[in-house]
């Protein structure tokens, strides 16, 4: 999966928490929004000053498919969406949610849906 098609996937898939999202899914989305809210408090910096306002209505608008992005992550590695409230846990929450991100999916159907790369051999 591309960039392109992984950001258009995520919007598509708005507030849909059911199914599995590949890896490359997940980190394609990852880097669109770390790179909209790069760009967003520059313009932000450039004509507001201290101000986020750009920036702040950016995330106001990912958030949602963000956290559902990362359930459909969880949900390809054979785990509950509930594990995201993991990452409420200062720093080793954010660290136990990188490693199962990070982790291959599991092979084959499972119980959140068929899996993402059956029809691809091509990987991530």
């Known amino acids: 999966m591309d960039f392109q098609t992984a950001v258009r996937t995520c919007f ?7 199914g ?7 980190w394609w989305f990852a880097l669109f929004l770390l790179i909209g809210n790069g760009v ?5 910096t450039i004509l507001f000053g ?3 306002v750009l920036s702040a209505i950016f995330s106001l608008a990912t958030v949602v498919p963000s956290i ?3 359930g459909r992550r969880l949900h390809d590695t054979g785990r509950s ?3 995201l409230l993991l990452g409420l846990i ?8 990188l490693w199962w991100f990070v982790q ?3 092979d084959g159907s499972n119980e959140y849906g068929p899996d993402p790369l059956a029809g691809d051999q091509t990987g991530l």
């Open 12 to 18: 598509q898939k708005y507030a849909t928490i059911s």
């Open 20 to 26: 599995r999202a590949r890896r490359s899914e997940y």
């Open 40 to 44: 967003l408090s520059l313009v932000d």
């Open 50 to 52: 201290d101000a986020n």
């Open 68 to 70: 559902c992005a990362g």
């Open 81 to 83: 969406a509930w594990w």
């Open 90 to 97: 200062p720093l080793i929450g954010f660290l136990v949610l």
């Open 104 to 106: 291959k999916g599991t």
